[in-house]
């Protein structure tokens, strides 16, 4: 069985009254659910939270929670033109955490004390 109960799952497609019934009885599509039962053997072996019907495997994927995204906004002082310089050889820009940045602008010691 691929996926057990517990799981946190995203469903689209047909749902069944039983776990072995011959004929959809409603659709769904793009909910985030859990599997609650599970009938081994049978031709839609998965059902989810709100016992919303049976479902098949292939209607069924595994959750990821998004990537929270995070934004701000800085502004930047030119000194000596390093912006300039940096706009046009941008192969030289390296991205570090701001931990390592303070350190190599000799900022740490001031943080920490």
Not at 33 to 55: C, E, F, Q
Request: net charge positive; proline share 4%; aromatic share 8%.
């Amino acid at each position: 069985m691929k996926f057990k109960i517990g799981d946190k799952v995203k469903i689209n497609g047909d749902l069944y009254v039983s776990s072995n019934a011959m004929k959809p009885v409603s659709k769904v599509s793009n909910k985030v659910t859990y599997i609650t039962r599970v009938a081994k053997g049978s031709k839609h072996p998965y059902n989810t939270t709100g016992d919303l019907g049976w479902m098949d495997e292939s209607s069924i994927k595994l959750y990821k929670e998004p990537t929270p995204v995070y934004e701000c906004e800085i502004e930047l002082t030119d000194k000596d033109g390093l912006i300039d310089y940096l706009k046009t050889h941008k192969e030289k820009i390296v991205m570090i955490d701001s931990e390592e940045l303070k350190k190599v602008l000799g900022l740490w010691e001031q943080v920490k004390h």
